[in-house]
């Protein structure tokens, strides 16, 4: 709508209790405005359902849409994933119901389609990534989100570059274990699978088939199928293979292009078996170099998602906790006979060995050696006194390292439930520790 409309002109002071600060867009049946909760000191993003009386009058069914808003409605708090765009509240106002949901600035992926703009494929790989893990937790939740397609997915933006990624919009979403507030046969025609096309029973790799084609548009710069109308269309996605990538961008890896397409498959039992084995074939793609890097790409989070999972220390921590480590850790390279720690020194971080090897010595005398997937410095954690925080120990860099380290202070930020993965996690590694100490104690040390 031009901005020297009447409507555009009204824009509201105030939905409910929230500030107005400006309209972010609008359709058929709802406008969503970028406003400020004040209560929380956060941005949001209110979603409003336009009155029955102007939906009826544009030739749509209020009561159908009305579900769109019941949908996304049920699902108020039970997503918390860094993935996955928040909802916060829903107010079945009888004049204007509205949804409050997270505040993402930026744009959509559709912004990227377009052959004039598209991503570098490392780019793209890293947005599939994180949309497959997103989409994974979604699944577990016992949902199918049925209308995947760059328009809701969010891009978090850094000046030019996407530097994250959001699912949003659950207007759509089929609850495997609740029916009243389903919508049938909803989509977008470009991005659904076959079975989703039939009104078949789905699952979620209709929502796969769906990420697939997204990841196609990203990389090609079109759809993998396109027809002057919904039937030809429609006869393409159920009888014709899309294109191969290769031939319609240079630089695309058979590896990249395979796992596309298979995810593009006709019968759901072709494509990959489940969330976590398409995740982690894009994260591959990344770790064997397959993609050209950015220029200035440091290790993107996909790489260092994929290591904490490998690491015993994070063996009980789920995706959710998982991606908060990546985004709260810090990440460091050590070189050898640098020093982590030296006798007398008060800790003030502890670190978690995510490659290479250190050394533990004790007045001269090496006691220990500790090696990828163990944690070291741990003290300046748990110790309840200023005295146990000093270090009783020199430890060094044996083999050059890549640690994964906290402060007390940057641990205090991560959710309760991910410090209790902490915890237990310690826990683990003391009763080890003392274990060893009973075995060798001809060698007895004290816990760093």
């Given at each position: 709508?031009r901005?020297?409309?009447?409507r555009y002109?009204?824009?509201?002071?105030?939905?409910?209790?929230?500030r107005?600060?400006?309209?972010?867009?609008?359709?058929?049946?709802?406008?969503?405005?970028?406003?400020r909760?004040?209560?929380?000191?956060?941005?949001?993003?209110?979603k409003?359902?336009r009155?029955?009386?102007?939906?009826?009058?544009s030739?749509?069914?209020?009561?159908f849409?009305?579900?769109?808003?019941?949908?996304?409605?049920?699902?108020?708090?039970?997503?918390e994933?860094?993935?996955?765009?928040q909802?916060?509240?829903?107010?079945?106002d009888?004049?204007?119901?509205?949804?409050?949901?997270?505040?993402?600035?930026?744009?959509?992926?559709?912004?990227?389609?377009?052959?004039d703009?598209?991503?570098?494929?490392?780019?793209i790989?890293?947005?599939?990534?994180k949309?497959?893990m997103?989409?994974?937790y979604?699944?577990?939740?016992?949902?199918?989100?049925?209308?995947?397609?760059?328009?809701n997915l969010?891009?978090?933006?850094?000046?030019?570059?996407?530097?994250?990624?959001?699912?949003?919009?659950f207007g759509?979403?089929?609850?495997?274990?609740?029916d009243?507030?389903?919508?049938?046969?909803?989509?977008?025609?470009?991005?659904?699978?076959?079975?989703?096309?039939?009104g078949?029973?789905l699952?979620?790799?209709a929502d796969?088939?769906?990420?697939?084609a997204v990841l196609?548009?990203?990389i090609?710069?079109?759809?993998?199928?396109?027809?002057p109308t919904?039937?030809?269309?429609?006869?393409?996605?159920?009888?014709?293979?899309?294109?191969?990538?290769?031939?319609l961008?240079?630089?695309v890896?058979?590896?990249?292009?395979?796992?596309?397409?298979?995810?593009?498959?006709?019968?759901?039992?072709e494509?990959?078996?489940?969330?976590?084995?398409?995740?982690?074939?894009?994260a591959g793609v990344i770790?064997r170099?397959?993609?050209?890097?950015?220029?200035?790409?440091?290790?993107?989070?996909?790489?260092?998602?994929s290591?904490?999972?490998?690491?015993?220390?994070?063996?009980?921590?789920?995706?959710?906790?998982?991606?908060?480590v990546?985004?709260?850790?810090?990440?460091?390279?050590?070189?050898?006979?640098h020093?982590l720690?030296?006798?007398?020194?008060?800790?003030?971080?502890?670190?978690?060995?995510?490659a290479?090897?250190?050394?533990?010595?004790?007045?001269?005398?090496?006691?220990?050696?500790?090696a990828?997937?163990?944690s070291?410095?741990?003290?300046?954690?748990?110790?309840?006194?200023?005295?146990?925080?000093?270090?009783?120990a020199?430890?060094?860099v044996?083999q050059?390292?890549?640690?994964?380290?906290?402060?007390p202070q940057?641990?205090?930020?991560?959710?309760?439930?991910?410090?209790?993965?902490?915890?237990?996690?310690?826990?683990?590694?003391?009763?080890r520790?003392l274990?060893?100490?009973?075995?060798?104690?001809?060698?007895p040390r004290?816990?760093?």
């Amino acid at each position: 709508m031009r901005p020297d409309t009447e409507r555009y002109r009204q824009l509201p002071r105030k939905i409910g209790k929230y500030r107005v600060l400006a309209r972010l867009g609008e359709g058929a049946t709802s406008e969503v405005f970028h406003a400020r909760d004040d209560f929380h000191r956060r941005d949001v993003a209110i979603k409003c359902v336009r009155p029955p009386s102007d939906i009826d009058a544009s030739g749509g069914d209020s009561q159908f849409y009305e579900r769109f808003f019941a949908a996304e409605a049920a699902l108020v708090g039970r997503l918390e994933h860094p993935n996955v765009v928040q909802i916060y509240d829903a107010v079945a106002d009888v004049e204007s119901p509205h949804l409050v949901m997270e505040y993402v600035p930026g744009t959509t992926l559709k912004s990227f389609c377009r052959a004039d703009a598209l991503l570098s494929l490392e780019q793209i790989v890293e947005i599939g990534f994180k949309c497959a893990m997103a989409l994974g937790y979604v699944a577990r939740q016992g949902l199918i989100h049925r209308d995947v397609k760059p328009a809701n997915l969010l891009a978090v933006m850094d000046g030019e570059k996407v530097i994250d990624v959001k699912v949003s919009d659950f207007g759509s979403v089929l609850q495997l274990d609740a029916d009243r507030t389903q919508v049938q046969r909803v989509g977008s025609l470009a991005y659904m699978s076959p079975e989703q096309l039939d009104g078949a029973e789905l699952d979620t790799r209709a929502d796969m088939y769906s990420l697939a084609a997204v990841l196609y548009h990203l990389i090609a710069g079109r759809p993998p199928f396109e027809g002057p109308t919904q039937a030809a269309l429609m006869q393409q996605v159920f009888n014709e293979a899309p294109a191969p990538l290769a031939a319609l961008r240079a630089g695309v890896p058979d590896s990249l292009d395979a796992l596309v397409r298979g995810a593009l498959a006709k019968q759901p039992a072709e494509r990959p078996a489940d969330w976590d084995a398409f995740a982690q074939s894009l994260a591959g793609v990344i770790a064997r170099r397959e993609v050209p890097r950015g220029r200035v790409q440091g290790v993107l989070d996909s790489e260092r998602f994929s290591l904490l999972r490998s690491l015993e220390f994070f063996g009980a921590f789920g995706d959710v906790e998982l991606w908060e480590v990546v985004h709260r850790a810090k990440w460091q390279r050590f070189a050898f006979g640098h020093t982590l720690y030296r006798k007398g020194q008060e800790g003030g971080s502890f670190h978690i060995l995510a490659a290479g090897e250190v050394e533990v010595f004790r007045d001269g005398r090496k006691v220990a050696e500790l090696a990828r997937g163990t944690s070291v410095g741990e003290m300046a954690y748990l110790a309840p006194s200023e005295e146990l925080r000093l270090h009783r120990a020199d430890v060094i860099v044996s083999q050059p390292c890549t640690t994964i380290s906290f402060t007390p202070q940057t641990l205090a930020q991560l959710t309760m439930g991910t410090r209790h993965r902490f915890d237990d996690a310690f826990i683990k590694v003391l009763v080890r520790r003392l274990h060893a100490a009973h075995e060798a104690l001809d060698h007895p040390r004290r816990i760093l």
